[in-house]
């Protein structure tokens, strides 16, 4: 069964710093993976998908992610973090069978001034 | 149109109340899904549609009762809910069938129970 697992349930950077969120996945088959971020208050806005055309897949706002399948992971990054990136950010996996997407437990992003 | 609108926004309700939330996309996606999010937590499937058919049911409480009328419309009919129904309906849409897409969601409706 496909699953994702994300560390840190928090993540606190400085303005101007590295944003990395870990995100490692479990599947039986090639997985497609996605990072959603939401908002305080808002719905969920995908920001970038993985779906094997290329392992580093490019998203909205600077953030990347790098599909690295010896690590089975697939972390998020962004290389210098703004005031307006602080929400709660979520991986998930397509299920096997396409019928619903498994979402990680979130990290909440906060940045400092 | 790349949108999912969601009515209404903010929602209170007596746990003796029967009350509706709906949901519209107008991207010609065929699997539209309904989510819910209690604070501090991902979001939980409660139920897909597929071509205006329920597909998915997570083993939601009767209460809860979907309706898909056409492609673009989904509704949730609530009826004698709890307190601990409280949270966040986010109601979502995909391309459906068996492509691996992407789920668009709306702003959700913010639920409370009385």
């Known amino acids: 069964a496909q699953s994702v697992t994300q560390l840190g349930s928090h993540v606190s950077v400085s303005e101007g710093a590295l944003v990395l969120l870990r995100c490692n996945y479990s599947?039986?088959?090639?997985?497609?993976l996605f990072w959603y971020v939401q908002y305080p208050n808002q719905g969920l806005q995908l920001l970038l998908k993985?779906?094997?055309?290329?392992?580093l897949v490019k998203g909205i706002n600077g953030f990347e992610a790098e599909f690295k399948k010896s690590e089975t992971s697939f972390h998020l990054t962004k290389p210098s973090a703004h005031m307006s990136d602080a929400a709660e950010y979520f991986c998930?996996?397509?299920?096997?069978?396409?019928?619903?997407?498994?979402f990680g437990s979130g990290t909440r992003l906060s940045i400092r001034p | 149109d790349t949108e999912v609108t969601q009515t209404p926004k903010h929602l209170v309700m007596g746990m003796t109340n029967k009350k509706s939330l709906k949901c519209e996309q107008h991207?010609?996606?065929?699997?539209m899904y309904w989510y819910k999010q209690k604070a501090k937590k991902p979001p939980e499937l409660m139920f897909v549609?597929?071509?205006?058919?329920?597909?998915i049911n997570e083993s939601v409480p009767s209460r809860f009762s979907p309706e898909c009328p056409n492609s673009s419309l989904l509704n949730l009919h609530l009826h004698a809910l709890q307190p601990e129904d409280s949270a966040l309906y986010l109601c979502?849409?995909?391309?459906?069938?068996?492509?691996?897409?992407?789920?668009?969601f709306g702003p959700g409706t913010r639920l409370t129970v009385l």
């Open positions: 979502a849409s995909s391309q459906g069938g068996s492509s691996y897409n992407e789920q668009f």
């Open positions: 599947s039986s088959v090639p997985p497609y």
């Open positions: 993985y779906t094997s055309a290329a392992t």
């Open positions: 998930a996996v397509m299920s096997s069978s396409a019928s619903k997407i498994i």
């Open positions: 991207m010609g996606h065929r699997a």
């Open positions: 549609y597929s071509y205006e058919k329920l597909s």
